[in-house]
DNA sequence: GCATAATATGAGTGATTACTCACTTATATA
DNA sequence: TATATAAGTGAGTAATCACTCATATTATGC
Protein backbone atom coordinates (compact mmCIF):
# COMPACT_ATOMS: atom_id res chain seq x y z
CA UNK A 1 0.00 0.00 0.00
CA UNK A 2 1.58 3.40 -1.08
CA UNK A 3 0.58 6.89 0.26
CA UNK A 4 -1.10 7.85 -2.98
CA UNK A 5 -3.60 4.83 -2.86
CA UNK A 6 -4.10 4.59 0.62
CA UNK A 7 -5.07 8.68 0.33
CA UNK A 8 -7.20 8.56 -2.47
CA UNK A 9 -8.66 5.11 -0.90
CA UNK A 10 -9.78 7.18 2.72
CA UNK A 11 -10.50 10.71 1.56
CA UNK A 12 -14.00 11.73 2.02
CA UNK A 13 -16.08 13.57 -0.55
CA UNK A 14 -15.59 17.21 0.33
CA UNK A 15 -12.68 17.07 2.39
CA UNK A 16 -8.90 16.83 1.83
CA UNK A 17 -6.69 14.24 4.03
CA UNK A 18 -3.41 15.48 5.06
CA UNK A 19 -0.70 12.70 5.36
CA UNK A 20 2.60 12.49 6.72
CA UNK A 21 4.74 9.65 6.51
CA UNK A 22 3.99 8.46 10.06
CA UNK A 23 0.40 8.97 9.27
CA UNK A 24 0.39 6.34 6.80
CA UNK A 25 2.31 4.34 8.64
CA UNK A 26 -0.29 4.61 11.27
CA UNK A 27 -3.16 3.97 8.85
CA UNK A 28 -1.61 0.90 7.29
CA UNK A 29 -1.00 -0.96 10.50
CA UNK A 30 -4.19 -0.22 12.30
CA UNK A 31 -6.29 -1.75 8.44
CA UNK A 32 -3.37 -4.88 9.02
CA UNK A 33 -3.93 -5.34 12.70
CA UNK A 34 -7.76 -4.47 12.65
CA UNK A 35 -8.58 -7.15 10.03
CA UNK A 36 -6.36 -9.50 11.52
CA UNK A 37 -7.37 -9.85 15.32
CA UNK A 38 -10.33 -7.59 15.17
CA UNK A 39 -10.83 -4.04 16.44
CA UNK A 40 -11.77 -4.46 20.21
CA UNK A 41 -8.60 -6.75 20.71
CA UNK A 42 -5.97 -4.45 19.03
CA UNK A 43 -4.36 -2.57 21.21
CA UNK A 44 -2.96 1.17 19.87
CA UNK A 45 0.52 0.46 21.65
CA UNK A 46 0.13 -2.80 19.09
CA UNK A 47 -0.55 -0.58 16.50
CA UNK A 48 2.07 1.92 17.01
CA UNK A 49 4.63 -0.25 17.63
CA UNK A 50 3.82 -1.81 13.82
CA UNK A 51 3.80 1.67 12.61
CA UNK A 52 7.10 2.29 13.86
CA UNK A 53 5.83 5.05 16.01
CA UNK A 54 5.59 6.58 19.27
CA UNK A 55 1.77 5.83 20.67
CA UNK A 56 1.28 9.31 21.46
CA UNK A 57 1.52 10.18 18.06
CA UNK A 58 -2.11 7.81 17.06
CA UNK A 59 -3.31 10.22 19.16
CA UNK A 60 -2.40 13.47 17.72
CA UNK A 61 -3.94 12.54 14.35
CA UNK A 62 -7.03 10.75 15.92
CA UNK A 63 -8.95 11.76 19.05
CA UNK A 64 -9.50 8.36 20.12
CA UNK A 65 -9.21 4.45 19.39
CA UNK A 66 -12.42 4.32 17.51
CA UNK A 67 -12.03 7.93 15.60
CA UNK A 68 -9.13 6.07 13.82
CA UNK A 69 -11.32 2.81 13.11
CA UNK A 70 -14.20 5.42 11.64
CA UNK A 71 -11.20 7.51 9.87
CA UNK A 72 -10.30 3.81 8.04
CA UNK A 73 -14.29 2.54 7.70
CA UNK A 74 -16.06 5.15 6.73
CA UNK A 75 -14.71 6.29 3.24
CA UNK A 76 -14.29 2.91 2.90
CA UNK A 77 -17.59 1.90 2.89
CA UNK A 78 -18.16 5.10 0.31
CA UNK A 79 -15.95 3.82 -1.72
CA UNK A 80 -16.82 0.10 -1.29
CA UNK A 81 -20.41 1.33 -1.91
CA UNK A 82 -20.95 3.88 -4.33
CA UNK A 83 -18.50 4.69 -6.99
CA UNK A 84 -19.71 2.19 -9.47
CA UNK A 85 -22.85 3.50 -9.27
CA UNK A 86 -22.32 6.89 -9.10
CA UNK A 87 -20.80 7.00 -12.13
CA UNK A 88 -23.24 8.63 -15.30
CA UNK A 89 -22.01 6.17 -17.93
CA UNK A 90 -23.60 3.03 -15.55
CA UNK A 91 -26.74 4.63 -15.12
CA UNK A 92 -27.42 5.42 -18.59
CA UNK A 93 -26.60 2.17 -19.50
CA UNK A 94 -29.55 0.46 -16.82
CA UNK A 95 -32.12 2.59 -17.84
CA UNK A 96 -31.73 2.34 -21.88
CA UNK A 97 -30.53 -0.71 -22.30
CA UNK A 98 -32.59 -3.22 -21.08
CA UNK A 99 -31.65 -6.00 -23.40
CA UNK A 100 -28.24 -5.79 -21.65
CA UNK A 101 -29.53 -6.48 -17.88
CA UNK A 102 -27.08 -9.85 -17.59
CA UNK A 103 -24.24 -7.36 -19.41
CA UNK A 104 -24.66 -4.57 -16.54
CA UNK A 105 -24.46 -6.98 -13.95
CA UNK A 106 -21.34 -8.91 -15.66
CA UNK A 107 -19.97 -5.20 -15.16
CA UNK A 108 -21.24 -4.82 -11.55
CA UNK A 109 -19.68 -8.36 -10.50
CA UNK A 110 -16.30 -7.95 -12.15
CA UNK A 111 -15.94 -4.54 -10.96
CA UNK A 112 -16.63 -4.97 -7.10
CA UNK A 113 -14.02 -8.62 -7.39
CA UNK A 114 -11.62 -6.39 -8.23
CA UNK A 115 -12.02 -3.70 -5.89
CA UNK A 116 -12.36 -6.21 -2.88
CA UNK A 117 -9.45 -7.78 -4.44
CA UNK A 118 -7.02 -4.71 -3.82
CA UNK A 119 -8.80 -4.00 -0.12
CA UNK A 120 -9.59 -7.50 1.48
CA UNK A 121 -8.27 -6.20 5.03
CA UNK A 122 -10.80 -2.84 4.92
CA UNK A 123 -13.42 -5.33 3.17
CA UNK A 124 -13.08 -7.47 6.33
CA UNK A 125 -12.91 -5.00 8.83
CA UNK A 126 -15.92 -3.38 7.67
CA UNK A 127 -18.00 -6.77 7.11
CA UNK A 128 -16.91 -7.23 10.88
CA UNK A 129 -17.20 -4.21 12.78
CA UNK A 130 -20.24 -2.57 11.07
CA UNK A 131 -22.57 -4.74 13.13
CA UNK A 132 -20.99 -3.13 16.35
CA UNK A 133 -20.71 0.58 15.48
CA UNK A 134 -23.79 2.66 14.39
CA UNK A 135 -22.22 5.59 12.88
CA UNK A 136 -20.65 2.47 9.98
CA UNK A 137 -24.55 1.38 9.86
CA UNK A 138 -25.50 5.03 9.04
CA UNK A 139 -22.87 5.61 7.15
CA UNK A 140 -24.01 2.78 5.15
CA UNK A 141 -27.73 4.00 5.38
CA UNK A 142 -26.77 6.90 3.43
CA UNK A 143 -25.21 6.26 1.04
CA UNK A 144 -26.21 2.51 -0.24
CA UNK A 145 -29.53 2.57 0.85
CA UNK A 146 -30.61 6.39 0.37
CA UNK A 147 -28.51 7.30 -2.89
CA UNK A 148 -28.03 3.99 -4.54
CA UNK A 149 -30.50 1.58 -3.26
CA UNK A 150 -33.58 4.12 -5.29
CA UNK A 151 -31.11 3.72 -8.58
CA UNK A 152 -31.01 0.38 -9.11
CA UNK A 153 -34.65 -0.14 -7.92
CA UNK A 154 -35.58 1.55 -10.63
CA UNK A 155 -34.10 -0.25 -13.01
CA UNK A 156 -35.25 -3.07 -11.83
CA UNK A 157 -38.72 -1.99 -11.66
CA UNK A 158 -38.36 -1.06 -15.51
CA UNK A 159 -36.47 -4.24 -16.39
CA UNK A 160 -40.04 -5.59 -14.66
CA UNK A 161 -42.23 -3.89 -16.66
CA UNK A 162 -40.64 -4.53 -19.88
CA UNK A 163 -41.86 -8.16 -19.15
CA UNK A 164 -38.48 -9.59 -18.83
CA UNK A 165 -38.08 -9.91 -14.83
CA UNK A 166 -40.04 -11.94 -12.74
CA UNK A 167 -42.26 -10.20 -10.50
CA UNK A 168 -40.49 -10.71 -7.29
CA UNK A 169 -40.30 -7.74 -5.31
CA UNK A 170 -37.83 -5.43 -5.47
CA UNK A 171 -36.37 -6.16 -2.34
CA UNK A 172 -36.32 -9.43 -2.81
CA UNK A 173 -34.93 -9.04 -6.81
CA UNK A 174 -32.29 -6.83 -4.98
CA UNK A 175 -31.32 -9.66 -2.28
CA UNK A 176 -31.57 -12.73 -4.39
CA UNK A 177 -28.82 -10.71 -6.71
CA UNK A 178 -26.65 -9.13 -3.93
CA UNK A 179 -26.73 -12.87 -1.64
CA UNK A 180 -25.07 -14.51 -4.42
CA UNK A 181 -22.63 -11.61 -5.69
CA UNK A 182 -21.21 -11.41 -1.16
CA UNK A 183 -21.30 -15.25 -1.25
CA UNK A 184 -19.23 -15.24 -4.02
CA UNK A 185 -16.34 -12.82 -2.96
CA UNK A 186 -16.61 -13.48 0.80
CA UNK A 187 -15.79 -17.27 -0.18
CA UNK A 188 -13.31 -16.12 -2.85
CA UNK A 189 -11.02 -13.81 -0.82
CA UNK A 190 -12.04 -14.75 2.94
CA UNK A 191 -13.17 -18.08 3.27
CA UNK A 192 -10.45 -19.83 0.95
CA UNK A 193 -8.43 -17.50 -0.75
CA UNK A 194 -5.94 -20.16 -1.06
CA UNK A 195 -7.63 -22.40 -3.31
CA UNK A 196 -7.50 -22.22 -6.78
CA UNK A 197 -10.11 -19.96 -8.64
CA UNK A 198 -11.51 -20.15 -11.98
CA UNK A 199 -12.99 -16.85 -11.85
CA UNK A 200 -13.90 -15.93 -15.02
CA UNK A 201 -15.81 -19.08 -15.08
CA UNK A 202 -17.66 -18.51 -11.57
CA UNK A 203 -18.49 -14.80 -13.03
CA UNK A 204 -20.15 -16.18 -15.73
CA UNK A 205 -22.15 -19.52 -13.38
CA UNK A 206 -23.19 -16.55 -11.73
CA UNK A 207 -24.89 -14.57 -14.22
CA UNK A 208 -26.56 -17.29 -15.53
CA UNK A 209 -27.81 -18.13 -12.24
CA UNK A 210 -29.27 -14.99 -11.60
CA UNK A 211 -30.98 -14.53 -14.53
CA UNK A 212 -32.48 -17.63 -14.77
CA UNK A 213 -33.23 -17.38 -11.25
CA UNK A 214 -35.23 -14.23 -11.64
CA UNK A 215 -36.07 -14.13 -15.35
CA UNK A 216 -39.46 -14.61 -16.90
CA UNK A 217 -39.68 -18.57 -18.62
CA UNK A 218 -40.31 -18.18 -22.11
CA UNK B 1 -34.29 -19.81 27.59
CA UNK B 2 -34.81 -22.09 30.40
CA UNK B 3 -32.50 -24.68 32.02
CA UNK B 4 -33.37 -27.43 30.14
CA UNK B 5 -33.09 -25.61 26.53
CA UNK B 6 -29.59 -24.25 26.84
CA UNK B 7 -28.47 -28.08 28.05
CA UNK B 8 -29.35 -29.68 24.46
CA UNK B 9 -28.12 -26.74 23.34
CA UNK B 10 -24.64 -26.98 24.45
CA UNK B 11 -24.27 -30.61 24.71
CA UNK B 12 -21.67 -32.10 22.83
CA UNK B 13 -22.14 -35.44 21.73
CA UNK B 14 -20.42 -37.87 24.28
CA UNK B 15 -20.57 -35.87 27.25
CA UNK B 16 -22.74 -34.08 29.24
CA UNK B 17 -23.07 -30.49 30.62
CA UNK B 18 -23.51 -30.33 34.40
CA UNK B 19 -25.49 -27.62 34.74
CA UNK B 20 -26.24 -25.51 38.40
CA UNK B 21 -28.46 -22.59 38.37
CA UNK B 22 -25.51 -20.17 38.70
CA UNK B 23 -23.64 -21.78 35.68
CA UNK B 24 -26.97 -21.15 33.45
CA UNK B 25 -27.23 -17.58 34.62
CA UNK B 26 -23.51 -17.38 33.35
CA UNK B 27 -24.34 -19.08 29.97
CA UNK B 28 -27.26 -16.95 29.28
CA UNK B 29 -25.42 -13.68 30.24
CA UNK B 30 -22.19 -14.66 28.38
CA UNK B 31 -24.44 -15.41 25.34
CA UNK B 32 -25.84 -12.52 25.32
CA UNK B 33 -23.13 -10.04 25.75
CA UNK B 34 -21.31 -11.53 23.32
CA UNK B 35 -23.67 -10.95 21.20
CA UNK B 36 -25.04 -7.55 21.79
CA UNK B 37 -20.79 -6.25 21.79
CA UNK B 38 -18.22 -8.61 20.32
CA UNK B 39 -16.42 -11.67 22.60
CA UNK B 40 -13.11 -9.24 23.26
CA UNK B 41 -15.06 -6.17 24.01
CA UNK B 42 -16.91 -7.74 26.48
CA UNK B 43 -15.06 -8.43 29.92
CA UNK B 44 -16.08 -10.96 32.54
CA UNK B 45 -16.65 -8.82 35.12
CA UNK B 46 -19.61 -7.43 33.37
CA UNK B 47 -20.99 -11.14 32.64
CA UNK B 48 -21.08 -12.16 36.24
CA UNK B 49 -22.77 -8.71 37.36
CA UNK B 50 -25.48 -9.58 34.60
CA UNK B 51 -25.23 -13.04 35.53
CA UNK B 52 -25.66 -12.60 39.28
CA UNK B 53 -22.69 -14.50 39.98
CA UNK B 54 -19.01 -13.72 41.79
CA UNK B 55 -16.52 -13.48 38.71
CA UNK B 56 -14.75 -16.15 40.24
CA UNK B 57 -17.65 -18.39 39.68
CA UNK B 58 -17.24 -18.00 35.88
CA UNK B 59 -13.38 -19.62 36.45
CA UNK B 60 -15.00 -22.24 38.59
CA UNK B 61 -16.50 -23.59 35.49
CA UNK B 62 -14.38 -22.61 32.82
CA UNK B 63 -10.73 -22.15 32.83
CA UNK B 64 -10.41 -19.06 30.72
CA UNK B 65 -12.63 -16.51 28.91
CA UNK B 66 -11.97 -17.91 25.74
CA UNK B 67 -12.81 -21.62 27.31
CA UNK B 68 -16.64 -20.06 28.00
CA UNK B 69 -16.78 -18.59 24.04
CA UNK B 70 -15.66 -22.39 22.92
CA UNK B 71 -18.31 -23.63 25.10
CA UNK B 72 -21.09 -21.84 23.71
CA UNK B 73 -19.84 -21.97 20.57
CA UNK B 74 -18.40 -25.12 19.35
CA UNK B 75 -21.58 -26.85 20.62
CA UNK B 76 -23.58 -24.12 18.75
CA UNK B 77 -21.85 -24.93 15.31
CA UNK B 78 -22.66 -28.31 15.38
CA UNK B 79 -26.14 -28.02 16.37
CA UNK B 80 -26.49 -25.33 13.46
CA UNK B 81 -24.31 -27.57 10.76
CA UNK B 82 -25.28 -31.27 11.37
CA UNK B 83 -28.66 -32.18 13.13
CA UNK B 84 -30.91 -31.78 9.92
CA UNK B 85 -28.82 -33.79 7.83
CA UNK B 86 -28.03 -36.09 10.01
CA UNK B 87 -31.25 -37.70 10.40
CA UNK B 88 -31.56 -40.78 8.27
CA UNK B 89 -35.23 -39.61 7.18
CA UNK B 90 -33.75 -36.75 5.17
CA UNK B 91 -31.17 -38.39 3.62
CA UNK B 92 -33.46 -41.33 1.94
CA UNK B 93 -35.12 -38.27 0.56
CA UNK B 94 -32.43 -36.66 -0.76
CA UNK B 95 -31.38 -39.83 -2.84
CA UNK B 96 -34.27 -41.69 -3.97
CA UNK B 97 -36.71 -38.93 -4.95
CA UNK B 98 -34.77 -37.13 -7.05
CA UNK B 99 -37.84 -34.87 -8.17
CA UNK B 100 -38.43 -33.54 -5.38
CA UNK B 101 -35.66 -31.72 -5.34
CA UNK B 102 -36.57 -28.48 -4.68
CA UNK B 103 -38.97 -30.16 -1.64
CA UNK B 104 -36.42 -30.64 -0.05
CA UNK B 105 -34.63 -27.94 -0.74
CA UNK B 106 -37.88 -26.23 0.82
CA UNK B 107 -37.79 -28.20 3.91
CA UNK B 108 -34.07 -27.42 4.78
CA UNK B 109 -34.64 -23.80 4.37
CA UNK B 110 -37.75 -23.76 6.53
CA UNK B 111 -35.83 -26.15 9.15
CA UNK B 112 -32.74 -23.95 9.34
CA UNK B 113 -34.67 -20.77 9.48
CA UNK B 114 -36.35 -22.12 12.57
CA UNK B 115 -33.44 -22.94 14.08
CA UNK B 116 -31.90 -19.24 14.12
CA UNK B 117 -35.11 -17.75 14.57
CA UNK B 118 -34.58 -20.05 17.98
CA UNK B 119 -30.84 -18.81 18.42
CA UNK B 120 -30.52 -15.41 16.88
CA UNK B 121 -27.68 -14.28 19.73
CA UNK B 122 -25.76 -18.05 19.12
CA UNK B 123 -25.95 -17.09 15.22
CA UNK B 124 -24.57 -13.96 15.46
CA UNK B 125 -21.72 -14.97 17.74
CA UNK B 126 -20.73 -17.47 15.58
CA UNK B 127 -21.14 -15.64 12.54
CA UNK B 128 -19.00 -12.89 14.00
CA UNK B 129 -16.16 -14.60 16.03
CA UNK B 130 -15.60 -17.76 13.49
CA UNK B 131 -13.09 -15.52 11.57
CA UNK B 132 -10.62 -14.95 14.64
CA UNK B 133 -10.68 -18.25 16.42
CA UNK B 134 -8.95 -21.31 14.95
CA UNK B 135 -10.66 -23.80 16.71
CA UNK B 136 -14.43 -22.51 15.92
CA UNK B 137 -13.10 -22.96 12.21
CA UNK B 138 -11.94 -26.41 12.82
CA UNK B 139 -15.26 -27.73 14.31
CA UNK B 140 -16.76 -26.34 11.19
CA UNK B 141 -14.67 -27.98 9.34
CA UNK B 142 -14.69 -31.30 10.82
CA UNK B 143 -19.19 -31.17 10.86
CA UNK B 144 -19.88 -29.39 7.79
CA UNK B 145 -17.06 -30.29 5.27
CA UNK B 146 -16.28 -33.50 6.26
CA UNK B 147 -19.57 -34.98 7.33
CA UNK B 148 -22.41 -33.01 5.78
CA UNK B 149 -21.21 -31.90 2.64
CA UNK B 150 -20.14 -34.90 1.25
CA UNK B 151 -23.88 -36.29 1.46
CA UNK B 152 -25.21 -33.03 -0.23
CA UNK B 153 -22.45 -33.10 -2.81
CA UNK B 154 -23.83 -36.70 -3.76
CA UNK B 155 -27.33 -35.38 -3.75
CA UNK B 156 -26.33 -32.87 -6.24
CA UNK B 157 -24.19 -35.38 -8.35
CA UNK B 158 -26.70 -37.52 -8.97
CA UNK B 159 -29.51 -35.03 -9.65
CA UNK B 160 -27.23 -33.74 -12.47
CA UNK B 161 -26.62 -37.06 -13.73
CA UNK B 162 -30.06 -37.71 -14.01
CA UNK B 163 -30.11 -34.58 -16.12
CA UNK B 164 -32.28 -32.12 -13.84
CA UNK B 165 -29.25 -29.81 -12.88
CA UNK B 166 -27.06 -28.19 -14.80
CA UNK B 167 -23.37 -29.49 -14.81
CA UNK B 168 -22.08 -26.01 -12.85
CA UNK B 169 -19.12 -27.68 -10.30
CA UNK B 170 -20.89 -29.40 -7.28
CA UNK B 171 -19.13 -26.67 -5.29
CA UNK B 172 -20.68 -23.65 -7.35
CA UNK B 173 -23.84 -24.98 -7.24
CA UNK B 174 -23.55 -25.56 -3.40
CA UNK B 175 -22.62 -22.11 -2.82
CA UNK B 176 -25.47 -20.79 -5.14
CA UNK B 177 -27.83 -22.18 -2.67
CA UNK B 178 -26.05 -21.54 0.32
CA UNK B 179 -26.03 -17.74 -0.50
CA UNK B 180 -29.55 -17.43 -1.24
CA UNK B 181 -30.12 -18.84 1.89
CA UNK B 182 -27.72 -17.38 4.22
CA UNK B 183 -28.45 -14.19 2.78
CA UNK B 184 -31.99 -14.55 3.49
CA UNK B 185 -31.15 -15.53 6.77
CA UNK B 186 -28.71 -12.52 7.94
CA UNK B 187 -31.46 -9.92 6.40
CA UNK B 188 -34.19 -11.51 8.43
CA UNK B 189 -32.94 -12.06 11.21
CA UNK B 190 -29.46 -9.17 11.66
CA UNK B 191 -30.31 -6.86 9.50
CA UNK B 192 -33.65 -6.18 9.10
CA UNK B 193 -35.55 -7.84 11.85
CA UNK B 194 -37.70 -5.34 12.56
CA UNK B 195 -39.70 -5.14 9.51
CA UNK B 196 -42.44 -7.13 8.43
CA UNK B 197 -41.26 -10.04 6.70
CA UNK B 198 -44.10 -12.54 4.64
CA UNK B 199 -41.67 -15.35 5.50
CA UNK B 200 -43.88 -18.32 3.61
CA UNK B 201 -43.70 -15.82 0.31
CA UNK B 202 -39.97 -15.27 0.51
CA UNK B 203 -39.26 -19.31 0.85
CA UNK B 204 -40.92 -19.30 -2.19
CA UNK B 205 -39.06 -17.14 -3.83
CA UNK B 206 -36.22 -18.81 -3.09
CA UNK B 207 -37.31 -22.15 -3.79
CA UNK B 208 -38.08 -20.76 -7.40
CA UNK B 209 -34.84 -18.36 -7.88
CA UNK B 210 -32.63 -21.23 -6.98
CA UNK B 211 -34.15 -23.89 -9.35
CA UNK B 212 -34.35 -21.92 -11.76
CA UNK B 213 -31.21 -20.77 -11.41
CA UNK B 214 -29.40 -24.47 -11.42
CA UNK B 215 -32.14 -26.32 -13.09
CA UNK B 216 -31.48 -27.02 -16.94
CA UNK B 217 -33.71 -25.04 -18.88
CA UNK B 218 -36.24 -27.11 -20.72
C1' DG C 1 19.47 31.94 10.04
C1' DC C 2 15.95 32.85 13.02
C1' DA C 3 11.17 32.51 14.72
C1' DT C 4 7.01 30.06 14.60
C1' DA C 5 4.32 26.33 14.06
C1' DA C 6 3.51 21.64 13.15
C1' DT C 7 4.76 17.01 14.19
C1' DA C 8 6.54 13.52 17.15
C1' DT C 9 7.93 11.58 21.48
C1' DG C 10 7.65 8.33 25.60
C1' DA C 11 7.26 8.28 30.40
C1' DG C 12 3.32 8.61 33.22
C1' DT C 13 -1.97 8.40 34.39
C1' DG C 14 -5.89 6.07 36.61
C1' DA C 15 -8.97 2.64 35.16
C1' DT C 16 -9.85 -1.84 33.78
C1' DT C 17 -8.46 -6.41 32.42
C1' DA C 18 -8.46 -11.68 33.00
C1' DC C 19 -7.47 -14.51 36.42
C1' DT C 20 -6.01 -16.41 41.44
C1' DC C 21 -6.64 -18.04 45.93
C1' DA C 22 -7.71 -18.55 50.67
C1' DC C 23 -11.92 -19.09 52.46
C1' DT C 24 -17.09 -20.04 53.14
C1' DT C 25 -21.32 -22.39 52.07
C1' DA C 26 -24.02 -26.12 50.12
C1' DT C 27 -24.57 -30.85 48.71
C1' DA C 28 -23.73 -35.66 48.59
C1' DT C 29 -22.10 -39.88 50.61
C1' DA C 30 -21.15 -43.23 54.27
C1' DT D 1 -24.45 -37.15 62.11
C1' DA D 2 -19.79 -36.85 60.42
C1' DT D 3 -16.98 -36.24 56.43
C1' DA D 4 -15.69 -35.34 51.81
C1' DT D 5 -16.49 -33.07 47.66
C1' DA D 6 -18.31 -29.55 44.91
C1' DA D 7 -19.94 -24.82 44.23
C1' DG D 8 -19.52 -20.13 45.22
C1' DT D 9 -17.23 -15.91 46.97
C1' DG D 10 -14.73 -11.39 46.61
C1' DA D 11 -10.64 -9.08 47.77
C1' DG D 12 -6.30 -9.04 45.58
C1' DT D 13 -2.78 -9.58 41.54
C1' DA D 14 0.21 -8.02 37.86
C1' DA D 15 -0.46 -6.69 33.36
C1' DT D 16 -2.40 -4.01 30.04
C1' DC D 17 -5.57 -0.56 28.46
C1' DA D 18 -6.62 4.07 26.06
C1' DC D 19 -5.14 8.36 26.60
C1' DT D 20 -2.31 12.82 28.41
C1' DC D 21 1.23 16.12 28.50
C1' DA D 22 5.54 18.39 29.04
C1' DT D 23 9.30 18.24 26.20
C1' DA D 24 11.98 17.47 21.86
C1' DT D 25 12.45 17.40 16.98
C1' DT D 26 11.49 18.83 12.41
C1' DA D 27 9.56 21.75 8.81
C1' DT D 28 8.09 26.22 7.10
C1' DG D 29 7.97 31.22 6.11
C1' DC D 30 10.47 35.36 6.09
Redesign the interface.
Known sequence: MDEKYVKQLLEMEGQELKLTEKKVNILVAAIEIFAE??Y??TSTSEIAKRAGVAEGTIFRHYDSKKDLLLGITKPAILKMVVPYFASQMVEEVFKDEITSFDGVLRAFITNRIEFVRKNIPLF?IVL?EI??HNELQETFQESFLNQILPKISETIYIAQKSGRLKD?SIP?TL??I???V???II?RF?IMPEAEWNEKE?ID??V???M????K?N
Do not use: P, V, Y
Open positions: KGSAKQAFFTRFMSTMGFTLENMECINGISN
